[in-house]
């Protein structure tokens, strides 16, 4: 299986990355022998990643990062590399190669501190790989100063150094790195290619497999999700009976609520499986005796815990609400559908009479109203605003 066998409807993004990872495996067979570095204009130190939510952007981040790695000895044979069974592909694509950092973050924002290990590590020679690998999920939350310090490493890379930058869009990275990097940008992936996957890799039955992926229009990860997990198809059948329950100014506030509730039972759930393991491992580490009083000058470090914790439950709270709006987005783009007579593949044709309900007593200009006013609740969570009043918000302008 080859590194690129992950990449779903991305054919002309997988031939680019092909390429450029031929040519970084000639140059550093060249430097090895000796010789001149051949020409490797498809090569080059810096690159981002860019395409809607579920497009693949880490995946393809993270086989191109194995493909730099490659070891197999068919390259010698004309062989391109990333064959995905070397020792070098293998580790890279299991996180555990010692010259490949796979950067992502639970929190709302990656700060000064992070970057500055992120551009110290960066300058290090390959311990015994072919490249120094920096794939850097989450660039778009690049704090302002954190971004100021990872232009530098930028600017001026080590020798064998590769930054690979993931981002929604060329927008959400500063001007002054996009600059400098080599843009890709990734597709929307095909129902039928999400399907496919979902099938061949994780055994799931086609018809399940088909309806996840037309209901998420091609978000591989939520699909997958969506498959195999009960309560994510239960979470997704609430937030599509909204748009019939805000027929008053009760409704509206009562589906609001329970939508940002069950966001924080999400967040919640998530903390009770991660934050106790994270506080017993610290305090284990700190010296604590068993059910004892923690040793003295630690409490910087547990408060410290406890703020990342807290950070990273508000962040799974707007992760699982926009999830929500999301899926809110897409009924009503379906609604507009019918409305318009398009010939566009319904995504939800689980709740179509609920569709046709709608279609039929609105009119297109009332259903784009609607879907403004959930695009701009998913701004004002961007922007930090509380998130009941947000959502608050949004239902009352949802209300026919």
Not at 8 to 24: W, Y
Not at 173 to 195: F, W
Not at 359 to 387: F, G, M, Q, S
Request: charged share 30%; hydrophobic share 40%; net charge neutral.
């Amino acid at each position: 299986m080859a590194v690129w066998d992950d990449l779903v409807g991305q054919t002309r993004l997988e031939e680019q990355l092909a390429a450029a990872a031929r040519d970084a495996d000639a140059l550093v067979t060249a430097h090895a022998a000796g010789e001149s570095a051949p020409d490797t204009s498809k090569m080059t130190h810096a690159w981002l990643f860019t395409g809607p939510p579920g497009s693949g952007r880490a995946t393809a981040a993270r086989a191109f990062a194995a493909a730099l790695q490659c070891v197999s000895p068919d390259r010698a044979l004309g062989g391109a590399p990333g064959c995905g069974f070397c020792d070098g592909c293998h580790t890279t694509l299991v996180g555990t190669h010692a010259d490949v950092e796979i950067v992502r973050t639970d929190l709302l924002s990656i700060g000064v501190k992070e970057t500055r290990d992120l551009v110290r590590r960066a300058q290090l020679s390959p311990a015994g790989g072919r490249w120094q690998v920096i794939v850097l999920e989450d660039a778009d939350r690049l704090t302002e100063g954190a971004g100021n310090v990872l232009l530098k490493a930028v600017e001026e890379p080590a020798p064998r150094t590769v930054w690979l930058l993931c981002a929604p869009s060329l927008e959400d990275v500063l001007p002054t790195i996009r600059s400098r990097c080599r843009h890709l940008t990734l597709r929307t992936p095909p129902v039928e290619a999400v399907a496919d996957v979902l099938v061949r890799r994780d055994g799931i039955e086609p018809e399940a497999a088909h309806a996840a992926a037309r209901a998420t229009q091609g978000h591989i990860d939520r699909a997958r999700r969506l498959a195999t997990d009960e309560r994510a198809r239960a979470r997704r059948s609430v937030v599509l009976k909204l748009p019939l329950r805000v027929d008053d100014v009760g409704g509206c506030l009562k589906a609001a609520q329970e939508l940002v509730d069950a966001a924080a039972e999400d967040a919640k759930q998530l903390a009770e499986e991660v934050d106790v393991k994270e506080t017993e491992e610290l305090k284990t580490a700190l010296g604590a005796a068993q059910g004892g009083r923690m040793p003295r000058g630690t409490a910087g470090a547990m408060k410290e815990l406890e703020e990342r914790q807290k950070r990273r439950r508000t962040r799974t709270q707007r992760d699982s609400l926009d999830l929500a709006l999301t899926d809110l987005t897409g009924f009503y783009r379906d609604v507009l559908a019918l409305q318009l007579r398009s010939r566009t593949a319904l995504a939800n044709t689980d709740v179509r009479d609920a569709l046709e309900r709608i279609a039929h007593d609105t009119t297109p200009e009332r259903t784009l109203r609607r879907i403004e006013a959930v695009l701009a609740c998913r701004k004002a969570l961007d922007r930090n605003v509380a998130p009941l009043l947000a959502v608050e918000a949004m239902t009352m302008a949802l209300r026919g």
